[in-house]
């Protein structure tokens, strides 16, 4: 069945509950209303309250209390709405989630995942791309999906997976991106990146909605005779540098491209491993695209000239080639 | 009945406004059926007072203190002319007329951020110097269940700060009902587990909703601290404009309807004497002035390259 | 009068460890004065039950239990025996034995934490499973100021959760009084706004705290709901085992010297006709068990690269 | 007169109280008891209640109210009393204090000081190195001082500052480092690095304790005849790239070292600033010091472990050194 990005995560938080009473929701507006740009329709239709549960806008406490249910047997998805309130659940998630299985030298885990919804949307609604900070925190894993099959066999990874997994989705994909996704599907072991575009000239390495914006710069790039190879990251942490090291002993040329800011983003960590493990295969310096040093502003023009788009890619790629 | 008079008069420009918000808008957060808790929360202050409204339908709180309408639509319509260039969201306003702007849309962390106006204002007060501001901040029934709530008024609380705190209680966050955020008590109820007053009052009703304000607001000048304040009113649309609200019964909206709060006013202004057309004439005027800033800013630029900033992030 | 005597052995082992920690360890927070409140929250639980004790003083809540002293004595010294292998704050314990570990030391999140495992407990009921544990977590009144203990109560008092909140109310923060974070009223009185029971009671009286606890505990087990109870108690030393506390009046300390729950009970126990050679055994026992305890596990390695573990951070 | 590293801050903070009235003090136990570490020693003393003001343990309510007080005309400098807790203010920094400016087109700014103690300490406790975090985000300005007198004539401009400027504090440098600071000195503006030694083999940039353990690491290399440059960066946000590109071109070989967590951690940003802008001016490729992915244990044994120090900055700079 052809499916929109968000109904494959949804569909797959489905199977899990149907195989597991273990997993269950806690989210605001995941009832009824069907969540947050629907990211949990028919779920409350077919599980009820019991298993789709509402929580008041308590962030830190949903969080928490879903760690400790999580501890104390249970496979809980709690659901951030969007990005921006990550910061209110932060300490839950770098201190309490990410420290549980090492802190109790391995006697307890915390099989929770937290799910949350980041970058700009199309309603532009709380657009907040934080994902850098948590790759820096042992202890999390750090999931970002960019294809609409990805997305719900990460999401079944993600609820078996017996650590703290940040699900993170992006909301240009949401509705946008879509493709074949069977009812019955495997998980998607966490922690592997995958070349989404064969290609000889450059590698882009990409996140998200900028997976997109790059496969797309890299169509308009064939008629300059520019053979793009794209990799969507889709785990940020465990990081598959394998993946992009092999790319890069083709290509020669590196570009990294998300939608977060650029200065401090997961981008940084992508280049510096690649200068610490595989400077020699670099023909020229790597080339970042990333948000500009602005806060995320609001009004529709200016947030596109925000957002890192198709002609940021390929301005950087043309650089690398250049060099 | 001078002050209703007045209140209906911002009403029904709230009424207005937020209509015209809504239709050019799907995305906008009416105000339908809460422009009392609105209007009555921050009517009779001072210039100089601070005010903190709540993200839902606080352009009237603005324009009751000198903002001007046409940049307000400029901001829904991402025009050059709104005060934030484009930049916050659309419901924030301009600080140079003494409020908290809208920078974030985390709902509750500003209810430290206008403690601290308050707090400014008592640290001039323990200098010695002559300052009787106050702080009028107001929030949601759902927000009120974020730890900002607690921590502010606490710190409020111990530090005896010059600040009011209004829950605008319309039932409702998003599509979750009270119960299921809130066991049983009224919101007011949480005043006393920190030592300040707290009452519960008709929201739909702006003159005793009003009263109750400002005799908070006069607590607070007068350096006797914060209060908490809840006014019960409802949400009579969906929490977006285009949102057709399927999760709640249509029973109880009709209830609410019954009590739509402009309509509670214009019965009692003719109970005291005001002629029909001298509503409909306050009704007509709003409805008419409020098309006009429209059809005055659509013809403006949209906001550009000019607006986005990007050396302007840092004050120098 | 068995409950008390029995509290009495808990509460000197709890003295005796908490010296001895204090004297291996200056930056050990003792729990001397409090050992009441601690004992009295958390007796008569079933080993099945959660608990979720305050970072000070938890290990004696961990002992009632069933857990080694020599390893918590181990996690003190940083000895390879200790159940955390060195790797969480010596106060943690062992989540085999029903607890909520310290994993972090930011104060108040572990309250959601706690709740979370009610939230497991009520998941379980609401299945149809029979499962009549409840949680019990207890948190210094400081903490209670913390955004979490706000949200989470408010989501337990939502979800009638099986939890007791107990605050440990010391009456102090390090070096701030009470009066510098709370304005006025009992941290009970907050239990009202979440449409929730709260009980104050004199934390010094370690059957009179769980004669309370243990109905609020009755009421958790029966579906009821959360309780918030505060233990009313005193803070005999300084914050950790060096501070002298030169901040507070000596005479505050002398008040509550007189009313030191150990001396408290002793009195009561001789009353009812326990004889002084009785309960000096007790006395002597618990400092012998603690001192030999200290020497066996101070023969032990202390962890090392062992213990580090490099690839012990994700479960599999 | 001589001062450690604490001292200069407290005097420092002390002469902008002494010299602007709009100063003063939110945090817990900064009274009587002289601020965690003595953070604040003295301070209650010479100003009293009114401007060294204990607040209850409410992190978010703290930084929140210190903000409106800053948007309302007083300059507060607010203490996080460890990073561990900033976590718990994250929305009111990253949201709030970032975006007042640029959100209001600059009407209103936030003149505010987020003071917080980092790294391992004496005392081993709270010890989380967060700051890879902050420079992420526009609006913020980030100082991390390694010197007795920087840190005091940083915190001079921090206040001065007319942006949030979150000032971090080493805790093994707190009562270590000392050095002559006058009584009266000039701020240092924020956004400048320093070659703390000069050298021609190698680069070692650095922030906090690492610059000291950098500094030593350097002396024993002397006999190896391996001349090191240490750089300490000082200021996350600006960073002051160009000191560093400056030194690399003499060196050609570059370390870069800090407490924090490797993975993710700030040198991450430091290393791609360079693979984008001074790829040519490696002779080898760049190593990073940092700490393990693990949680940071607390037992000393175990922290001493985990702890980067001299070992591995020296290992680092073999490795370049032998490319
Ligand atoms: C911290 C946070 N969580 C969730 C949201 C998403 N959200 C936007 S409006 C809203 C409902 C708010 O309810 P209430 O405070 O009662 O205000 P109302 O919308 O009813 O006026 C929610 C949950 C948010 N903005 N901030
Ligand atoms: C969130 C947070 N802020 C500050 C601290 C530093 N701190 C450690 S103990 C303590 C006092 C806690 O007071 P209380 O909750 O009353 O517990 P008590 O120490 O009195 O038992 C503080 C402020 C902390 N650990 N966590
Ligand atoms: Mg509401
Ligand atoms: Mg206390």
Same mark, same amino acid.
């Given at each position: 069945?052809?499916?929109?990005?968000?109904?494959?995560?949804?569909?797959?938080?489905?199977?899990?509950?149907?195989?597991?009473?273990?997993?269950?929701?806690?989210?605001?507006?995941?009832?009824?209303?069907?969540?947050?740009?629907?990211?949990?329709?028919?779920?409350?239709?077919?599980?009820?309250?019991?298993?789709?549960?509402?929580?008041?806008?308590?962030?830190?406490?949903?969080?928490?209390?879903?760690?400790?249910?999580?501890?104390?047997?249970?496979?809980?998805?709690?659901?951030?709405?969007?990005?921006?309130?990550?910061?209110?659940?932060?300490?839950?998630?770098?201190?309490?989630?990410?420290? #549980?299985?090492?802190?109790?030298?391995?006697?307890?885990?915390?099989?929770?995942?937290?799910?949350?919804?980041?970058?700009?949307?199309?309603?532009?609604?709380?657009?907040?791309?934080?994902?850098? &900070?948590?790759?820096?925190?042992?202890?999390?894993?750090?999931?970002?999906?960019?294809?609409?099959?990805?997305?719900?066999?990460?999401?079944?990874?993600?609820?078996?997976?017996?650590?703290? #997994?940040?699900?993170?989705?992006?909301?240009?994909?949401?509705?946008?991106?879509?493709?074949?996704?069977?009812?019955?599907?495997?998980?998607?072991?966490?922690?592997?990146?995958?070349?989404?575009?064969?290609?000889?000239?450059?590698?882009?390495?990409?996140?998200? &909605?900028?997976?997109?914006?790059?496969?797309?710069?890299?169509?308009?790039?064939?008629?300059?005779?520019?053979?793009?190879?794209?990799?969507?990251?889709?785990?940020?942490?465990?990081?598959?540098?394998?993946?992009?090291?092999?790319?890069?002993?083709?290509?020669?040329?590196?570009?990294?491209?998300?939608?977060? &800011?650029?200065?401090?983003?997961?981008?940084?960590?992508?280049?510096?491993?690649?200068?610490?493990?595989?400077?020699?295969?670099?023909?020229?310096?790597?080339?970042?695209?990333?948000?500009?040093?602005?806060?995320?502003?609001?009004?529709?023009?200016?947030?596109?000239?925000?957002?890192?788009?198709?002609?940021?890619?390929?301005?950087?790629?043309?650089?690398?080639?250049?060099? | 009945?001078?002050?209703?008079?007045?209140?209906?008069?911002?009403?029904?420009?709230?009424?207005?406004?937020?209509?015209?918000?809504?239709?050019?808008?799907?995305?906008?957060?009416?105000?339908?059926?809460?422009?009392?808790?609105?209007?009555?929360?921050?009517?009779?202050?001072?210039?100089?007072?601070?005010?903190?409204?709540?993200?839902?339908?606080?352009?009237?709180?603005?324009?009751?203190?000198?903002?001007?309408? =046409?940049? $307000?639509?400029?901001?829904?319509?991402? /025009?050059?002319?709104?005060?934030?260039?484009?930049?916050?969201?659309?419901?924030?306003?301009?600080?140079?007329?003494?409020?908290?702007?809208?920078?974030?849309? =985390? $709902?509750?962390?500003?209810?430290?951020?206008?403690?601290?106006?308050?707090?400014?204002?008592?640290?001039?007060?323990?200098?010695?110097?002559?300052?009787?501001?106050?702080?009028?901040?107001?929030?949601?029934?759902?927000?009120?269940?974020?730890? =900002?709530?607690?921590?502010?008024?606490?710190?409020?609380?111990?530090? /005896?700060?010059?600040?009011?705190?209004?829950?605008?209680?319309?039932?409702?966050?998003?599509?979750?009902? %009270?119960?299921?955020?809130?066991?049983?008590?009224?919101?007011?109820?949480?005043?006393?587990?920190?030592?300040?007053?707290?009452?519960?009052?008709?929201?739909? =009703?702006?003159?005793?909703?009003?009263?109750?304000?400002?005799?908070?607001?006069?607590?607070?000048?007068?350096?006797?601290?914060?209060?908490?304040?809840?006014?019960?009113?409802?949400?009579?649309?969906?929490?977006?404009?285009?949102?057709?609200?399927?999760?709640?019964?249509?029973?109880?909206?009709?209830?609410?309807?019954?009590?739509?709060? %402009?309509?509670?006013?214009?019965?009692? $202004?003719?109970?005291?004497?005001?002629?029909?057309?001298?509503?409909?004439?306050?009704?007509?005027?709003?409805?008419?002035?409020?098309?006009?800033?429209?059809?005055?800013?659509?013809?403006?630029?949209?906001?550009?390259?000019?607006?986005?900033?990007?050396?302007?992030?840092?004050?120098?």
């Amino acid at each position: 069945m052809r499916r929109t990005y968000v109904e494959a995560i949804v569909a797959a938080i489905a199977a899990e509950m149907r195989s597991d009473d273990r997993v269950f929701m806690i989210g605001q507006d995941i009832g009824r209303f069907g969540g947050p740009m629907s990211g949990s329709k028919g779920l409350f239709e077919e599980f009820g309250p019991r298993r789709i549960r509402e929580a008041p806008i308590s962030e830190s406490a949903m969080v928490g209390s879903a760690i400790g249910a999580a501890m104390y047997g249970q496979r809980p998805i709690v659901e951030i709405s969007f990005g921006e309130f990550l910061p209110l659940a932060m300490s839950q998630i770098v201190l309490q989630a990410a420290n #549980v299985h090492y802190m109790t030298a391995g006697e307890a885990s915390v099989p929770v995942v937290i799910r949350s919804r980041l970058g700009d949307g199309p309603y532009r609604g709380h657009p907040q791309s934080y994902e850098a &900070w948590f790759p820096h925190v042992p202890g999390l894993k750090v999931v970002m999906p960019a294809m609409a099959r990805d997305a719900g066999r990460l999401m079944r990874a993600a609820i078996r997976d017996p650590n703290p #997994v940040l699900f993170l989705e992006n909301m240009q994909c949401y509705h946008a991106v879509r493709e074949e996704v069977p009812d019955e599907d495997d998980p998607l072991p966490i922690g592997t990146a995958r070349v989404v575009r064969e290609g000889g000239s450059v590698t882009v390495v990409a996140t998200g &909605w900028l997976v997109h914006r790059a496969l797309a710069a890299a169509e308009r790039l064939v008629s300059d005779g520019i053979s793009v190879e794209v990799i969507d990251v889709r785990c940020l942490a465990p990081l598959d540098l394998a993946t992009i090291v092999r790319s890069l002993r083709k290509t020669s040329h590196l570009v990294i491209a998300h939608e977060a &800011w650029k200065v401090g983003g997961f981008g940084a960590e992508i280049s510096a491993q690649i200068a610490e493990t595989a400077l020699d295969a670099l023909d020229a310096p790597i080339a970042r695209v990333g948000a500009p040093g602005i806060p995320v502003p609001s009004a529709r023009p200016l947030r596109e000239r925000f957002i890192p788009n198709e002609d940021d890619v390929i301005a950087a790629i043309h650089k690398v080639m250049a060099y | 009945m001078p002050r209703l008079l007045t209140m209906y008069r911002w009403m029904w420009l709230a009424r207005a406004l937020e209509r015209a918000c809504a239709e050019s808008n799907p995305r906008w957060f009416p105000i339908e059926g809460e422009e009392a808790a609105v209007v009555g929360t921050f009517y009779g202050l001072r210039p100089e007072d601070v005010i903190a409204p709540h993200y839902r339908g606080p352009f009237v709180t603005y324009l009751m203190r000198g903002v001007e309408l =046409d940049r $307000l639509v400029g901001q829904v319509l991402g /025009k050059v002319n709104g005060y934030t260039r484009g930049r916050a969201a659309a419901f924030s306003g301009p600080v140079g007329f003494n409020l908290i702007p809208w920078v974030a849309a =985390d $709902l509750g962390t500003s209810l430290s951020v206008a403690t601290g106006a308050a707090l400014s204002i008592a640290y001039r007060r323990e200098s010695g110097q002559a300052d009787d501001r106050v702080v009028v901040v107001s929030f949601g029934d759902g927000t009120a269940n974020r730890g =900002d709530f607690h921590e502010a008024i606490n710190l409020a609380a111990v530090w /005896k700060l010059p600040i009011v705190y209004v829950c605008q209680n319309n039932q409702w966050a998003i599509s979750q009902p %009270l119960n299921s955020y809130i066991a049983g008590p009224l919101i007011a109820e949480r005043a006393a587990g920190y030592g300040i007053p707290g009452t519960s009052t008709d929201g739909n =009703d702006p003159v005793a909703l009003n009263d109750v304000v400002l005799a908070a607001v006069t607590r607070a000048r007068t350096g006797e601290g914060p209060s908490l304040i809840e006014a019960r009113t409802y949400r009579l649309t969906g929490h977006w404009a285009e949102d057709v609200a399927s999760y709640r019964s249509p029973d109880e909206v009709a209830i609410w309807q019954q009590r739509d709060p %402009l309509a509670l006013a214009r019965g009692r $202004l003719q109970e005291t004497g005001h002629s029909e057309a001298e509503l409909n004439e306050i009704e007509r005027t709003a409805v008419a002035d409020v098309a006009e800033a429209f059809r005055r800013v659509r013809e403006l630029p949209d906001v550009g390259d000019a607006e986005l900033g990007l050396d302007e992030v840092y004050a120098v």
